[in-house]
């Protein structure tokens, strides 16, 4: 058996045609979805992409490894200390390393650990490619590095191969001549030129008024400047999809490949991504800022010969962490999962189609706002301690079965699932924390300054531009207030 675990940067489940989206972008990820199981409540328990990852292939979350920034001293695994032998337990215990423990042969093709110098993402692999360009580089890019490997390695058995693809991820630059798949399709419904008029009024870096932000100096080739009209959200979503459509284009390169090799039916194919990307929830543009359901929850297929056979095309709706997913892995492999890990493994429902699932998930952000959130039934409960320069209440309540965008705030209306979800979340905090014997590394993040995306320059730069563009009133607001939340 082998196995390809693709890892497509910023893919919201919402936008792959096996999830219902409208469009047809995902053809190539709908049939491996056809043939195996689909998870339709997976979450990376912290974002972004850093801690994310940090969180997939430690087996920990965020309040455990204290990764979850993008700068500051929460961007980086908390020391081990006295107790560190001549290796870390953080090496010994990652994902790739109790992989090889069992036998397996891994390998990782990505440019993240030099993106972010965050390292420990390849802890234990046998061998890593960066493909060079930081993140910016595209799907062609990417699979001559996967191609000459599989070639390479298709006579190998027992190989666990990473593979990252990034299209989706701003800037939104698949090559022109790749055309415009979706030109003719309608944007989604729910962002109408009512919703857009409300967002242009508010604030915060990504907004309608520059969804490129604030440090973008050139405008990408399929974005636009502003959202003014429903019009142009439709040019800023047609850039995002094509995103995706490309990546599933050379997925299905890679599907082709290996039946020519003649390894497709022994080789499990698991497609998720580091986090989604909200596009107008939360008055957030082409980014990933919240602790949200856009942000935080991703798509998990899984086509596993000799595991999946039963389940093919259907859907689970268990709550999982995306560290699941790696003890799922490691069970699979014949490996044992270290005590420290926090992943439950559903290796049984793939198998047989049990239920499973966590009766709630707590969530967080530390990069662009310092949210932390309580996923439970059909509610997620979003509480702000930063609001990153976003115009923010201190208490968000959604009801996601009736409103999956996240339009209608509950929190003043139903104050028994407001108390709920906090008692989740206090719940949650203490038990993780005595775990850990740390503080809390959301409020490491505010001692320091701030999410590293949202601190004072950044915030200097936003107040003049909402100068500029008559906003004053909200300029003051965040002069004054910083990343308080609204009350």
Same mark, same amino acid.
């Given at each position: 058996?082998r196995?390809?675990?693709i890892?497509?940067?910023?893919?919201?489940?919402d936008?792959l045609g096996c999830?219902g989206?409208?469009?047809?972008?995902?053809p190539?990820?709908d049939?491996?979805a056809?043939? !195996?199981? @689909?998870?339709?409540n997976? #979450?990376a328990?912290?974002?972004?992409?850093l801690?994310?990852?940090?969180?997939?292939?430690?087996g920990?979350?965020?309040v455990q490894?204290? *990764?979850?920034?993008? !700068? &500051?001293?929460r961007a980086?695994l908390?020391?081990?200390?006295?107790?560190?032998?001549?290796?870390? $337990?953080?090496?010994?215990?990652?994902?790739?390393?109790?992989?090889?423990q069992?036998?397996? #042969?891994?390998?990782?093709?990505?440019?993240f650990?030099?993106?972010?110098t965050?390292?420990?993402?390849?802890?234990?692999?046998?061998e890593?490619?960066?493909?060079g360009f930081?993140?910016l580089? @595209?799907?062609? *890019?990417?699979y001559?590095?996967?191609?000459?490997?599989?070639?390479?390695?298709a006579?190998?058995?027992?190989?666990? =191969?990473?593979?990252?693809?990034?299209?989706?991820?701003?800037?939104?630059?698949v090559?022109l001549? #790749?055309?415009?798949?979706f030109?003719?399709?309608?944007?989604p419904?729910?962002?109408?030129?009512?919703?857009? $008029?409300r967002?242009r009024?508010?604030?915060?870096p990504?907004e309608?008024? /520059?969804?490129?932000?604030? $440090?973008?100096p050139?405008?990408?080739?399929r974005?636009?400047k502003?959202?003014?009209? *429903?019009?142009?959200?439709?040019?800023?979503?047609?850039?995002?999809?094509?995103?995706i459509?490309?990546?599933?284009?050379y997925?299905?390169?890679?599907?082709?490949?290996?039946?020519?090799?003649?390894?497709?039916?022994?080789?499990?194919?698991?497609?998720?991504?580091d986090?989604?990307?909200n596009q107008?929830?939360?008055?957030?543009?082409?980014?990933h800022?919240?602790?949200?359901?856009?942000?935080?929850?991703?798509p998990?297929? *899984?086509?596993w010969?000799?595991v999946?056979d039963k389940?093919?095309?259907?859907?689970?709706?268990?709550?999982?962490?995306?560290?699941?997913l790696?003890s799922?892995?490691?069970?699979?492999? &014949?490996?044992?999962?270290?005590?420290?890990w926090a992943g439950?493994?559903f290796s049984?429902?793939?198998?047989?189609?049990s239920?499973?699932g966590?009766?709630y998930?707590?969530?967080?952000?530390?990069?662009? +706002?310092?949210?932390?959130?309580?996923?439970?039934?059909d509610y997620?409960l979003?509480?702000?301690?930063?609001?990153g320069?976003?115009?923010?209440?201190?208490?968000?309540?959604f009801?996601?079965?009736?409103?999956?965008?996240?339009?209608?705030?509950?929190? +003043?209306t139903?104050?028994?699932?407001?108390?709920? &979800?906090?008692? =989740?979340?206090?719940?949650?905090?203490?038990?993780?924390?005595?775990e +850990?014997g %740390?503080?809390?590394p959301?409020?490491?993040?505010?001692?320091?300054?701030?999410?590293? %995306?949202?601190r004072?320059?950044?915030?200097k730069?936003?107040?003049?531009?909402?100068?500029?563009?008559g /906003?004053?009133?909200?300029a003051?607001? =965040?002069e004054?207030? !910083?990343?308080?939340p %609204?009350?």
């Open positions: 058996m196995i390809i675990y890892d497509i940067d910023s893919l919201r489940p936008h999830y989206y409208h469009r047809k972008t995902s190539n990820i049939k491996i056809a043939e !195996g199981a @689909r998870f339709t997976f #979450y328990p912290d974002t972004p992409c801690p994310s990852r940090t969180a997939f292939f430690s920990q979350p965020g490894t204290g *990764v979850v920034n993008h !700068g &500051g001293s980086d908390r020391p081990q200390g006295p107790t560190r032998n001549f290796r870390s $337990d953080a090496a010994d215990n990652a994902l790739a390393s109790r992989l090889r069992a036998g397996w #042969y891994t390998a990782s093709i990505s440019p650990p030099q993106r972010h965050a390292y420990q993402i390849w802890y234990g692999f046998h890593t490619h960066d493909t930081g993140g580089e @595209r799907a062609h *890019v990417v001559p590095v996967l191609d000459r490997w599989l070639q390479n390695n006579s190998r058995d027992q190989w666990f =191969l990473h593979v990252n693809f990034w299209d989706p991820h701003t800037p939104y630059d090559p001549e #790749y055309g415009q798949p030109k003719n399709d309608p944007p419904a729910w962002l109408t030129q009512d919703v857009i $008029d967002h009024a508010s604030y915060g990504h309608a008024q /520059r969804p490129v932000g604030y $440090d973008t050139n405008l990408p080739p974005a636009v502003s959202i003014t009209t *429903v019009a142009d959200f439709k040019t800023w979503i047609d850039g995002y999809d094509t995103g459509h490309y990546a599933d284009f997925i299905g390169k890679l599907i082709a490949r290996l039946k020519e090799l003649g390894i497709y039916e022994d080789t499990a194919i698991v497609v998720s991504a986090h989604g990307e107008g929830e939360l008055e957030v543009y082409g980014d800022q919240t602790a949200d359901q856009i942000c935080n929850r991703v998990l297929i *899984v086509r010969p000799g999946t389940q093919a095309g259907k859907s689970f709706d268990g709550l999982h962490y995306n560290f699941d790696a799922t892995f490691v069970e699979l492999c &014949g490996g044992k999962q270290p005590a420290s439950l493994s049984q429902t793939l198998k047989s189609g239920s499973a966590r009766e998930l707590c969530l967080s952000q530390g990069a662009w +706002s310092c949210q932390r959130s309580a996923r439970w039934g997620i979003i509480r702000t301690y930063d609001t320069n976003k115009n923010f209440p201190s208490l968000m309540l009801n996601l079965k009736e409103d999956p965008h996240e339009q209608h705030n509950l929190a +003043s139903r104050p028994d699932l407001v108390g709920h &979800g906090l008692q =989740l979340m206090d719940e949650w905090l203490a038990k993780n924390l005595r +850990s %740390h503080s809390d959301l409020f490491d993040v505010i001692a320091e300054g701030g999410p590293l %995306h949202a004072e320059k950044d915030r730069e936003l107040c003049a531009h909402l100068r500029k563009t /906003r004053e009133h909200h003051e607001w =965040l004054k207030n !910083g990343g308080k %609204h009350d």
